[in-house]
């Protein structure tokens, strides 16, 4: 299992790359900067790793969404969200043995195509926190087949679990 505590260790033996005894990747509550696409492709050859935990970001400036609760449900203007970025994984993309992906608490808003053809992916651990998730999201994702919705959920965009198999939806 690796944590933010030993990840620097493990870029400096530059050996990380062909690790076929990781099997998890946990950054727990720590926040990086500037993730987006290809932003763990540094264990892309680690073919043991099966779990990985995204860690936490840094807030950016986003277009509100509609607001089906409010008396004007279209506002106008922009909003401080977390958010998962689009292709953050994409380094994966042909790492069949990582099949569980868990979005930590704090994330309010899955990018459009953040993990598009992510088709090994079996569970994904969605935030408690999660509002929006975004078109495309999990398109592609054929191995998905179970589900939980946290309450603050209040959009799904157009495609989001397009050619998903989900059978349990909670």
Do not use: H, W
Not at 112 to 117: L, R, S
């Amino acid at each position: 299992k690796i944590n933010s505590d030993i990840i620097n260790a493990i870029l400096k033996l530059g050996d990380y790359q062909s690790n076929k005894t990781i099997k998890e990747v946990d950054f727990g509550a720590t926040t990086f900067e500037g993730l987006g696409e290809n932003s763990f492709k540094f264990v892309s050859g680690c073919t043991s790793l099966t779990t990985i935990t995204i860690p936490l970001t840094k807030k950016t400036t986003v277009k509100k969404e509609p607001d089906f609760s409010a008396e004007n449900i279209f506002q106008e203007g922009t909003e401080e969200k977390m958010v998962v970025p689009a292709g953050i994984l994409s380094g994966y993309i042909s790492q069949e043995s990582l099949t569980t992906l868990i979005i930590p608490d704090g994330y309010e808003t899955i990018a459009d195509g953040a993990f598009i053809y992510m088709g090994f992916l079996e569970k994904v651990v969605l935030p408690k926190t999660l509002e929006v998730i975004g078109t495309n999201a999990f398109n592609s994702c054929y191995n998905v087949t179970e589900i939980e919705f946290p309450s603050t959920l209040r959009s799904i965009k157009d495609a989001a679990f397009f050619n998903a198999k989900i059978n349990d939806l909670k």
